[in-house]
């Protein structure tokens, strides 16, 4: 046989081709909802850490997790246009909801959004967990910003994915630096929401507005700094009308 | 792709399952041609992935499996493989492979598929696994391919596990993301190599491995 004639080759391609193409579709099809279930289980973890319910590496094993997150942590939906809660919605229902609002009204884009509420052991309030998300550098960054029970002060702040250069801009999983996040306030003492500011450089612990409402910025990764005081105020705002609502 | 050496093997009549020459196929490349420390390939993920230990790990098991696939694939279609294409065929198998890899981790391991990130698709570009097709998956049979495979990605493997536990030891204090330098020496004023955690510490600390291999093993350039 001439392996190297046009006809062979091109049938010897597409042979090749399909083969391999059909195995991969084969694989990806099984392996999906294993995927999916992963990934809402990272999920889960990032919301709860960012709750502080839980460490980074937490020793325990993923059943146990998946089960306290069952039983602490629920999902609500957010009407945020009166701030109101959605009684009764879930997050299947918020695609209908947005589309009908939209229609109502074509300023209202994502009017209804998804919070994170999690509960103690004996089912008090314990933290309200907002997804925020935007550009830094290379990448859009994803994550969660918990605010205690008092929707003021934050509780933690988790990225659970992002692309940014390690060492740099991936400096914004590092502990140390989220550690900063905690006790900062997102109103002033008007009840006006002014969001965390990340400064360039240093805080200055003796101007009050800065201790109140700014942290660090990240050395080396100005743009990402910058790009998460950006993204975590607009964020807020979005659910301001919610977190004014006292 | 650049593939030296690599003596290709004659397939002999009724060989052995272990005779001395699979021997010879699977541990020369352990030392003696170590894909790393003497035909210098496969560096860029080397430096990449080996912060941590168990990073690294993950990265040399993803080659080994890949290799061993591809290797066993190419040497099963080799005398159908027309010529002219064949590195575009090794690419689509070895994209192939990559691809399982990925997809597996990602569903079993997803924290470390995290942290992989690219580097788990980048494989496809890595120079070992194509010179290793063209050099000898694509003259030998499946079997001996597989051994070849598994070897040089053996190979690959414990060089980058070295440089990660190195990395990990002195950049962050830990292994397998335990702290292992007691906190006694940090309060002393001991502080983590920051180094070690960039890019060049690598470089430098393969450097000095592929110096040490090379020394121990009489190696001379020509």
């Known amino acids: 046989m001439n392996t190297n004639s046009n006809s062979y080759v091109m049938a010897f391609t597409i042979g090749l081709c399909v083969t391999v193409s059909s195995i991969l579709a084969v694989l990806a099809t099984e392996l999906k909802p294993t995927q999916l279930a992963a990934a809402e289980f990272d999920r889960q973890k990032n919301v709860m850490m960012a709750a502080g319910m839980i460490e980074n590496g937490d020793p325990r094993t993923r059943e146990v997790l998946e089960a306290l997150y069952e039983k602490q942590v629920k999902r609500v939906v957010i009407d945020t246009r009166d701030g109101t809660v959605a009684e009764g919605k879930t997050v299947d229902d918020i695609d209908k909801l947005n589309a009908d609002a939209l229609e109502a009204d074509p300023k209202d884009r994502m009017a209804f959004r998804m919070i994170e509420t999690a509960f103690t052991a004996d089912g008090k309030l314990d933290a309200i967990i907002l997804p925020v998300s935007g550009k830094g550098l290379w990448s859009t960054l994803y994550g969660y910003l918990a605010l205690d029970a008092d ?15 390690p060492g740099l801009g991936g400096e914004i999983e590092n502990p140390k630096w989220t550690a900063m996040w905690k006790g900062k306030e997102i109103l002033n003492d008007k009840g006006e929401l002014v969001s965390i500011t990340v400064k360039k450089g240093k805080v200055n612990e003796s101007i009050e507005s800065e201790k109140r409402h700014a942290v660090d910025g990240l050395a080396g990764a100005t743009i990402t700094s910058n790009g998460v005081g950006k993204f975590v105020r607009r964020d807020l705002q979005a659910f301001g009308t919610y977190l004014q609502k006292k | 792709m650049t593939s030296t050496a690599a003596p290709t093997v004659a397939p002999a009549p009724k060989a052995p399952l272990f005779g001395d020459e699979e021997k010879r196929i699977i541990l020369d490349p352990l030392l003696d041609q170590n894909p790393i420390t ?36 190419i040497s099963l279609l080799r005398n159908l493989i027309p010529s002219k294409i064949r590195i575009i065929v090794q690419l689509v198998v070895v994209s192939g492979a990559v691809i399982i890899v ?16 690219v580097f788990i698709s980048l494989i496809i570009t890595n120079c070992i696994v194509m010179g290793r097709l063209e050099a000898f998956a694509m003259q030998n049979p499946p079997w001996r391919s597989l051994l070849d495979g598994i070897g040089n990605g053996l190979g690959y493997a414990w060089i980058i596990c070295v440089v990660g536990a190195v990395r990990e030891i002195f ?37 000095v491995i592929v110096w040490v291999l090379r020394w121990l093993r009489g190696y001379v350039e020509n």
Request: charged share 10%; proline share 2%.
């Open chain 1, 151 to 165: 929707k003021n002060h934050v509780k933690g702040i988790q990225f659970y994915k992002h692309g940014e250069t």
């Open chain 2, 38 to 73: 003497l035909q210098v390939l496969g560096i860029c993920s080397a430096l990449a992935v080996t912060t941590r230990l168990d990073v690294s790990i993950v990265m040399g098991i993803s080659v080994i499996a890949v290799m061993a696939m591809a290797n066993v694939a």
């Open chain 2, 102 to 117: 990925d997809q597996v981790l990602r569903a079993y391991a997803f924290d470390l598929a995290k942290q992989l990130g």
């Open chain 2, 171 to 207: 950049g962050s204090g830990n292994l397998f993301g335990i702290q292992i330098i007691p906190q006694a020496m940090y309060d002393a004023g001991y502080v983590n190599n920051g180094l070690m955690v960039l890019a060049p510490g690598a470089f430098i600390l393969l450097g």
